[in-house]
DNA sequence: CTGAAAGCGCTTACAG
DNA sequence: CTGAAAGCGCTTACAG
């Protein structure tokens, strides 16, 4: 369906004043200009004819090029962000977290979506680096990520969140991962379940395995038994997967009366699963998820899970980021954030 | 929680081979390196010295710098993409699909998160123009933006998504709101509905003006009344709104058995104040949305809703805005896609 | 405190 | 088909 009209947009062009020209309208030298337009700088010249220049740039409409800018300095003021799926609800808070630190320090964002193909996301990387962005987030990498290894051969800054490399190349902010499984696992150990399962996301991703062995820490603290079916990895993070997890492990692990998910997208196809076989949530099987994405409180039964933060890990790592691109040489850093529990509906004292 | 590691990362230069380096290394002037490498002027110069310009740009491990160009031709391959709000599921999909084109044709994309509030709005409009992008997609404006004309006035070309202005100032995709409405209530009375309120959206999005138009002609098609009372306009697209609005709805309203949502995050408001209530759904009310946004086929009643199709929205809206920076001078367009329903478990025949 | 000069890395009329 | 030149709009040593 299309309709049409026939008004064409003649493009005008835009505010046309450079540093030249206002130079010349103030009657000074261009390189006084750029001092004085330069918060860092202007000090350096005197005071009247600073506000002369200031004055006369408002009134001429003057707006600097960062593009000649950055071509001169060798300095974008452009990050890139690189998520795996922007369609994960998940990503949007930690994407936004990070777009408004580095949106009040001046720095623009991109935004890009990596897809799961290894091919693409080297592209993507190579793209933002060819544009001269000053940093990179990686939403994205695996526990020994090859697209790490080419940042930083690239000089590139950058800032790993939510997933971290397990060999420290670069700073990181993540949400801890053992923890937050143990504290799953301890909420459906209060509640009085003694056979759990785990929902186990892929271990080449840091949250897959840290999740895993912070289910094992908290089931051996207890002395309750993990055997070898009491564990099934999903290949992916998605609901489909999860699905087809959770009848794996309700076929090798019987008399389970609760999982644990390594994240919400798996639980929610755990729900699946379970209504398949006719299986009740909580009545039959408690479920608790992880990271609390939104919508998850709307599902049915309300799904208990973890609050990660996502927007506070975008946050800190944006601030990381700025540290690494304004100073110089600084240690690695990684910031594990504390997660919380939210005790919602899916979760309930096993029967009998 | 901070761990540190007392490892510094020195930056390396990135690969510093200039366009002139390259000339100099094959023996030619860098004009003619230049035209070599422009798949639009390669056929100006000779084939042999051609390639070997290709090959000697690939062992040095070339990178041109769109900086640069950029500053030469006043144009920035970088498009932004302003949306209302990042963490809105419903703008992932338009999002993705912008980019998705966009990318393939050597566009960036900036994803900016205008907020609600006019400043901020205002200075990202600006910030982005400043980074001479070659165009915007907005996700954002309301039926009479100042927005919009602000970027008219500074003549960046413009796509409009998912919202359009009133006076066809720009290109636009969306869907086609009156029809979806339109199908949402035919969808109702067929079920035997009669008596049918409204959730409307804010009357100053085209979305809720549209989708309200929808409503009311669905209405008068089926001779069915419409009091006042059977329409409560939300003051914006949230849960919390439509879960007030609802309230004021059934208190007005009180013979209802169905309501038409003007988006999804406000038919989930209304499960809210139906439960609160001690209403169920469908059972006492049936419910339907608007958007088919994710999850929603996960809450309970899984909602029936009208699909949108925002990902090709986007993927629309990226080609409008090509077509509009390579060609000149072209006829505002507007597309409408269609819509269709999505008929889940919100909806069903009225008691008795 | 201010100016003159050089240059970031490209592209594109203009010659030949 | 190729070269020489100019210039996009800034910033920053270098003088004075």
Redesign the pocket.
């Known amino acids: 369906m299309q309709r049409q009209r026939m008004t064409s947009s003649p493009i005008e062009p835009r505010s ?8 010349d309208e103030v ?12 918060p ?2 202007r ?8 506000d002369r220049i200031t004055t006369a740039a408002r009134q001429l409409g ?14 974008s003021t452009l990050v890139g962000v690189l998520v795996p799926d922007i369609t994960n609800p998940v990503f949007s808070p930690i994407i936004s977290g990070i777009a408004e630190i580095l949106g009040a320090e001046g720095y623009s964002t991109i935004v890009a979506d990596a897809g799961t193909e290894f091919g693409p996301r080297m592209a993507l990387i190579d793209e933002l680096i060819a544009r001269r962005v000053d940093g990179l987030v990686l939403a994205t990498v695996s526990r020994d990520d090859p697209m790490l290894e080419h940042c930083l051969a690239e000089g590139v800054h950058v800032v790993l969140v939510n997933r971290a490399d397990d060999s420290d190349r670069a700073s990181s902010v993540v949400s801890d991962d053992v923890a937050g499984m143990r504290v799953a696992v301890e909420h459906l150990y209060q509640l009085g379940h003694r056979v759990i399962g785990h929902l186990a996301g892929p271990s080449t991703l840091s949250t897959g395995h840290l999740r895993r062995v912070g289910f094992e820490q908290a089931m051996q603290d207890h002395g309750l038994a993990v055997p070898p079916a009491a564990i099934v990895e999903a290949a992916s993070y998605d609901r489909d997967e999860g699905e087809r997890a959770t009848a794996r492990l309700l076929q090798a692990y019987p008399g389970l009366t609760a999982i644990a998910a390594a994240n919400d997208l798996l639980a929610l196809g755990a729900y699946k699963a379970l209504a398949a076989r006719g299986l009740r949530c909580p009545a039959d099987v408690s479920v608790v998820g992880h990271n609390d994405m939104p919508l998850v409180d709307m599902v049915e039964p309300p799904l208990t899970t973890i609050r990660i933060g996502p927007r506070d890990m975008g946050r800190d790592a944006a601030r990381l980021l700025l540290e690494r691109m304004t100073g110089s040489a600084l240690p690695i850093r990684r910031i594990v954030l504390a997660p919380d529990l939210v005790f919602r509906a899916s979760t309930a004292a096993p029967r009998g």
């Open positions: 046309r004043v450079n540093l030249r020209r206002l130079a009657g000074v030298h261009p390189s006084t200009v750029s001092r004085a337009l330069d860092t700088k000090h350096l010249v005197a005071d009247d004819v600073a003057y707006r600097p090029n960062p593009v000649a800018a950055s071509l001169r300095t060798r300095r």
